[in-house]
């Protein structure tokens, strides 16, 4: 693609231009998609999504991000959650991995847990974990508190009600 006023835009070095999106030309080479300029010509696919790149390689999902691959593709499926916070500001963009009908979590660019939880929940401030109809929590410093509880929820930054044999108590992140 050539822009008279601009020059090149995408140079002939691509097989197809697929289409422009806002991140730029999908393009495709040696029978892989990219973006030009932005992700190489490395996977079966790529579904643009938020602001990330959700990549297909080999049937396994992952995740490309500001010039990196930040989840490599080894997932069935992966979910890209918006966290808000009271002030409806988005502070973290949550992944959900899943991996043999298991949940697992990545928080901006870190991975939190392993694909090992039956579900992940953004619920009321918490980030909820479960297993086996238990509830546990991942902190807002990214620890896990594991399933435990039948019920759990945060009451301020570092302090959590949880509900067990029909009594409710409190537990810090310690």
Do not use: M
């Given at each position: 693609?050539?822009?008279?006023?601009?020059?090149?835009?995408?140079?002939?070095?691509?097989?197809?231009?697929?289409?422009?999106?806002?991140?730029?030309?999908?393009?495709?080479?040696?029978?892989?998609?990219?973006?030009?300029?932005?992700?190489?010509?490395?996977?079966?696919?790529?579904?643009?999504e938020n602001s990330c790149a959700i990549v297909v390689k080999n049937n396994r999902?992952?995740?490309?991000?500001?010039?990196?691959?930040?989840?490599?593709?080894?997932?069935?499926?992966?979910?890209?959650?918006?966290?808000?916070?009271?002030?409806?500001?988005?502070?973290?963009?949550?992944?959900?991995?899943?991996?043999?009908?298991?949940?697992?979590?990545?928080?901006?660019?870190?991975?939190?847990?392993?694909?090992?939880?039956?579900?992940?929940?953004?619920?009321?401030?918490?980030?909820?974990?479960?297993?086996?109809?238990?509830?546990?929590?991942?902190?807002?410093?990214?620890?896990?508190?594991?399933?435990?509880?039948?019920?759990?929820?945060?009451?301020?930054?570092?302090?959590?009600?949880?509900?067990?044999?029909?009594?409710?108590?409190?537990?810090?992140?310690?």
């Amino acid at each position: 693609i050539y822009n008279i006023h601009k020059g090149w835009i995408v140079p002939c070095l691509y097989e197809e231009i697929i289409k422009e999106t806002k991140q730029g030309y999908v393009v495709k080479q040696n029978g892989l998609k990219g973006i030009h300029g932005l992700i190489p010509c490395a996977y079966d696919d790529i579904i643009l999504e938020n602001s990330c790149a959700i990549v297909v390689k080999n049937n396994r999902i992952g995740v490309y991000k500001n010039g990196k691959e930040i989840i490599h593709p080894a997932y069935d499926k992966i979910e890209c959650l918006l966290d808000y916070d009271e002030h409806y500001i988005c502070n973290n963009i949550i992944y959900k991995t899943y991996l043999n009908d298991k949940v697992g979590v990545y928080k901006n660019d870190h991975k939190i847990c392993t694909p090992i939880y039956d579900d992940f929940i953004i619920n009321e401030k918490s980030h909820l974990i479960k297993l086996k109809g238990l509830y546990g929590i991942i902190t807002d410093n990214n620890k896990i508190i594991e399933p435990q509880y039948e019920s759990i929820k945060r009451l301020y930054p570092e302090f959590y009600a949880f509900f067990q044999s029909g009594k409710w108590g409190i537990i810090d992140e310690s």
